[in-house]
């Protein structure tokens, strides 16, 4: 079993859920997602219902392949579709992968969601997949992310210049982080304790 197939598992906990897209995920998805501001520093831009369309046939295409296990984020406490984030660039023989695509609603911005989605993704990742290492990449210009990946202790390691093009034409510089193996239990301590 590859960790495309291993990853693709419903997450949960007392804060939120998450699960492996699927077609009926199509309109919760939708009423997060046509936010502009959510798009600034991704490179796909969800401008109108046919960027959306290709946008969502993208995290299906991906998820059937096994290029990517696409999550849908689930507040626990309204019920509510809240976002999605990914596990992608599955390099399973080297333990390592990369948790991005990360976005959220703007009602679920700064109240925890983004903290325990990530938890259960890297403690899936750790505990249950036995990855070596989780990576994180981010527009260098992404200061809001930045933080984030700050905030739950993941370590910034440098930047890549010009590294991919973003919608407009611009070069994108990105800058990765990462959480290894032996901080694993440190970061999750922090994550559990709140300190983000």
């Not at 991704?42 to 969502?56: I, L």
């Not at 325990?116 to 527009?139: I, M, N, Q, S």
């Not at 210009?141 to 905030?151: D, M, S, T, V, Y």
């Not at 440098?158 to 239990?185: C, H, K, Q």
């Amino acid at each position: 079993m590859t960790w495309a197939e291993k990853a693709a598992h419903v997450l949960e906990n007392q804060h939120v859920r998450l699960h492996p897209v699927t077609e009926s995920d199509r309109e919760g998805i939708r009423a997060v997602a046509m936010d502009p501001h959510i798009w600034r520093y991704f490179v796909t831009a969800v401008k109108n219902e046919a960027d959306f369309k290709t946008f969502f046939d993208t995290c299906l295409a991906d998820q059937a392949a096994g290029r990517r296990v696409v999550f849908v984020v689930t507040d626990r406490t309204t019920g509510r579709t809240a976002g999605s984030m990914s596990y992608g660039n599955l390099a399973e023989a080297d333990a390592r992968l990369e948790i991005g695509w990360s976005w959220l609603g703007r009602d679920f911005r700064g109240k925890g969601v983004n903290r325990w989605a990530k938890y259960l993704l890297l403690e899936h990742a750790f505990d249950r997949l036995g990855a070596e290492r989780v990576e994180f990449k981010t527009d260098v210009r992404n200061e809001q992310a930045r933080k984030g990946l700050r905030n739950i202790g993941a370590v910034e390691e440098g930047t890549l210049r010009s590294f991919n093009y973003m919608p407009g034409g611009r070069r994108r510089d990105a800058i990765f982080y990462s959480v290894l193996r032996a901080e694993w239990p440190g970061v999750k301590q922090h994550l559990i304790a709140g300190r983000t």
